[in-house]
């Protein structure tokens, strides 16, 4: 299978990973007095902005499932883990431009790492998440659905999502230096073409049905699905599945075919 040599050389370099994952996380965080806290508070702000507007200015009450506050909160994180994945492997070539020409490694590292990073940033922002979700249903406003097990997959499976963009858009970025103005503004589009601070029942039925062609949405739904069970929509969870595996084996073929004329920009 195409994707499993790149799976093989990025694990037996697992080492290399590691060391790289943890210099860009404290290349991150050294010069702040808080840290990582910064993680938790940027889609924690974010969130709350979205649910006053839409639940006190515009009064907007059916846009997303109650607890609403949890439900924009479960959506911000995971698409701020996204975008930031798409915004930073589309430049992953360029900024180790010098350590991606002169070392051995398989280049798809340089994105894998990004990835990584960001999700471990992802997995340090989840007690927000829980938080809201220990005081709802403290107060009677949710209880946890067993469907809480596809969390895990969820995770794992916006991990493979945004690796396969990642190397779409790493290569691609080299050769096409406008690419990162087109991604920021892709991801402004994306972030409303994704059911984050809405609902896809309170979408309208054609959205609904373009809704199965976002990947992210399927996975939204799969993190919501411990707290909002009734959201869960199967034909939604196979499109992410289908469109996700499809994405990262596009993303190898393109960066593997990519690569050589990469090599010689740089």
């Known amino acids: ?13 697992r080492q290399v990973l590691d060391t790289l994952v943890r210099r860009d996380l404290h290349v991150r965080y050294a010069g702040s007095p808080i840290g990582y806290l910064w993680t938790i508070l940027d889609p924690l702000a974010m969130a709350l902005i979205y649910f006053v507007v839409f639940t006190y200015i515009f009064e907007a009450r059916h846009v997303g499932y109650q607890p ?8 911000v994180l995971a698409w701020q883990w996204f975008s930031q994945c798409a915004t930073e492997t589309s430049r992953a070539l360029l900024a180790e431009s010098r350590l991606v020409r002169s070392t051995n ?4 590292l340089w994105v894998v790492r990004i990835v990584v990073a960001k999700g471990i940033e992802f997995l340090l922002s989840l007690p927000v998440m829980f938080g809201f979700a220990i005081f709802f249903i403290a107060v009677g406003e949710t209880k946890i659905h067993y469907r809480i097990v596809l ?3 969820a995770i794992v499976l916006q991990f493979l999502l945004s690796v396969g963009v990642g190397l779409i858009l790493a290569p691609v970025t080299v050769l096409f230096t406008d690419m990162p103005r087109i991604v920021r503004i892709a991801l402004r589009m994306g972030f409303y073409a994704t059911p984050i601070i809405y609902g896809v029942h309170a979408a309208p039925p054609v959205l609904q049905k373009i809704l199965l062609l976002n990947p992210m949405a399927g996975i939204l739904e799969m993190y919501r699905a411990g ?9 939604s969870i196979i499109s992410s599945f289908v469109i996700t595996f499809a994405t990262l084996i596009a993303g190898t073929i393109v ?4 690569e050589a004329p990469v090599l010689k920009e740089i």
């Not at 707290?227 to 034909?235: K, S």
């Not at 960066?255 to 990519?258: E, I, M, N, Y």
């Open 1 to 13: 299978m195409i994707l499993l040599p790149q799976a093989r050389g990025i694990i037996a370099r």
């Open 255 to 258: 960066f593997k075919r990519l």
């Open 105 to 108: 490694l398989p280049r798809e």
């Open 151 to 153: 969390l895990p997959v």
């Open 227 to 235: 707290f909002f069970p009734h959201e869960l929509n199967v034909p």
């Open 68 to 75: 609403y506050v949890l439900f924009i909160v479960i959506g």
